[in-house]
T-cell receptor, first 119, second 110 residues
Framework: GAVVSQHPSWVICKSGTSVKIECRSL??????MFWYRQFPKQSLMLMAT?????????EQGVEKDKFLINHASLTLSTLTVTSAHPEDSSFYIC???????????????FGPGTRLTVL | TQLLEQSPQFLSIQEGENLTVYCNSS?????LQWYRQEPGEGPVLLVT?????EVKKLKRLTFQFGDARKDSSLHITAAQTGDTGLYLC??????????FGQGTRLTINP
């Protein structure tokens, strides 16, 4: 249980184009999903918290107009990198926390990640 | 400043040896999690510790949460080459946000 998928697993695009990444919780529902980015040999940095039915909450320094997040249902969140540039190349990972998890433990399950390369 | 400090950041040892990875902070966390990440994949949850002083075992891996809930350790006994990977600790700051340590890149040599 608690499987999270991401699509695509990798994408190469030209500078100036937009790329959409999907994050799905396959066997559970999640009101909240999270988007992280990870540079080579570094840890995960939280970009934004995606809330079902409401606006995403972005971390300081993350441009909300560049990284559009839509949480359309309890099992799907999308991240769109708009007008991508080479510096946006990174490994993007989403996570989700199951609804009704026992107690107050914030247990997140991660997707396999999406490798974005902008030429 | 890094809220969670992991040490060591790199560790290379021989198969069969024991090792300990530390995760330290000056902040108190309601829970702390350990993940393992393979190259090109997302992190996989190993364990969640919640209670101060808690010890959890997962086969050859032993996880401990400090009494004050500010630090944690991961001890691996008789390391195997399959234990190679990036180990990440993450603390729950509240508001459902996790704060990650820098990670410990572990290499077990045959």
């Amino acid at each position: 249980g608690a499987v999270v998928s991401q699509h695509p697993s990798w994408v190469i695009c030209k500078s100036g184009t937009s790329v959409k990444i999907e994050c799905r919780s396959l066997d559970f529902q999640a009101t909240t999903m999270f988007w992280y980015r990870q540079f080579p040999k570094q840890s995960l940095m939280l970009m934004a918290t995606s809330n079902e039915g409401s606006k995403a909450t972005y971390e300081q320094g993350v441009e909300k107009d560049k990284f559009l997040i839509n949480h359309a249902s309890l099992t799907l969140s999308t991240l769109t990198v708009t007008s991508a540039h080479p510096e946006d190349s990174s490994f993007y990972i989403c996570s989700a926390s199951p609804l009704g998890l026992a107690g107050d433990v914030n247990e997140q399950f991660f997707g396999p990640g999406t490798r974005l390369t902008v030429l | 400043t890094q809220l969670l400090e992991q040490s060591p950041q790199f560790l290379s040892i021989q198969e069969g040896e024991n090792l300990t990875v530390y995760c330290n902070s000056s902040s108190v966390f309601s829970s702390l999690q350990w993940y393992r990440q393979e190259p090109g994949e997302g992190p996989v949850l190993l364990v969640t510790v919640v209670t101060g002083g808690e010890v959890k075992k997962l086969k050859r891996l032993t996880f401990q949460f400090g009494d004050a809930r500010k630090d944690s350790s991961l001890h691996i006994t008789a390391a195997q080459t399959g234990d190679t990977g990036l180990y990440l600790c993450a603390g729950d700051k509240g508001a459902q946000k996790l704060v990650f340590g820098q990670g410990t890149r572990l290499t077990i040599n045959p």
